[in-house]
């Protein structure tokens, strides 16, 4: 039965690709006005695609996936700039081909790369990953893609750093997804959260160079703690911040600066938060993911 479906599926693709082919080849030149003429968004919905689709949604998600390129890549040849209204037309698409085939990755890679470098359309394209999120949910690229529009797009690395923990508990992740989501956590003014994704990957974890790495990330924020529960007593009592760190030391906050193993200098920042001149990566070693 399952090779059946197959050869009635490649039979439909072959019937239909040169159709489309043909259709596309006498239309190249009809599309600048049909997108003059046209609402932005003249894709059918999902709703209706599927009852025309016959149960071949699948192939019919390809077909809408690949109008869309076409789309975008007319405009891209011939140096056009695309319209408040194009863009509105290719993100509309790409949900309508993400409702029909959830599963499939390639819309949501796209959408990713046009809708945040090209328009700026960062709550879009954020919108379409989570919703792919729901489904590939052994998929650590869509959360990791999400972190990243956070932490560079939208300077959110609070939100940013959640994606990625999110993206490094995924099976088969990269190894780095985990120290580098705890980094923005600390940047986002959430340590404490740090330290506890941190305790909670090295617990599940056995790769012993992954162990290192996290450990010395998670003795870094655990110092960091330390340093900023001292100063919030500190603040409770004096209603301001020390001039020094070492005053935290001197009035008996603290029995000692704890150090930074990344081999830093502490130091508190105008906004009252506690950094490392080192940002928690060793020099000799800044490629290696620390």
């Not at 330390?226 to 004096?238: C, G």
């Amino acid at each position: 039965m399952c090779w059946r479906r197959v050869g009635i599926n490649s039979l439909m693709l072959l019937v239909i690709l040169p159709l489309y082919l043909v259709l596309q080849g006498t239309s190249w030149e009809q599309r600048a006005e049909v997108r003059r003429t046209s609402p932005p968004g003249y894709t059918l919905p999902a709703a209706f695609s599927r009852v025309l689709a016959m149960g071949y949604q699948g192939l019919l998600s390809d077909y809408e996936f690949l109008r869309a390129m076409t789309f975008y890549g007319d405009r891209s040849i011939k140096q056009q700039q695309m319209s408040s209204a194009d863009w509105d037309f290719f993100a509309y698409s790409l949900d309508v081909v993400t409702d029909l085939d959830p599963y499939f990755l390639d819309p949501y890679v796209l959408g990713e790369g046009l809708l945040t470098w090209d328009t700026q359309r960062y709550e879009t394209a954020n919108a379409l990953l989570r919703k792919g999120m729901r489904y590939r949910t052994w998929d650590w690229q869509l959360p990791y893609y999400v972190g990243f529009n956070h932490f560079y797009f939208l300077s959110d690395y609070a939100t940013g750093s959640d994606y990625l923990m999110q993206a490094a508990k995924i099976p088969d992740s990269p190894a780095f997804l985990a120290t580098l989501a705890a980094r923005l956590a600390y940047y986002g003014g959430k340590s404490k959260t740090a330290v506890f994704f941190l305790q909670q990957m090295l617990a599940e974890t056995n790769s012993e160079a992954l162990r290192q790495r996290m450990g010395k990330r998670l003795l870094a924020l655990q110092g960091a703690v330390l340093i900023e529960d001292a100063l919030k007593q500190y603040r409770n009592v004096n209603s301001a911040d020390p001039e020094a760190l070492g005053e935290l030391v001197r009035s008996g906050y603290l029995e000692e600066l704890p150090q930074d193993p990344y081999g830093g200098q502490w130091t508190i920042l105008q906004n009252g938060r506690v950094y490392s001149t080192s940002k928690f990566v060793d020099a000799k070693s800044d490629n290696q993911g620390n």
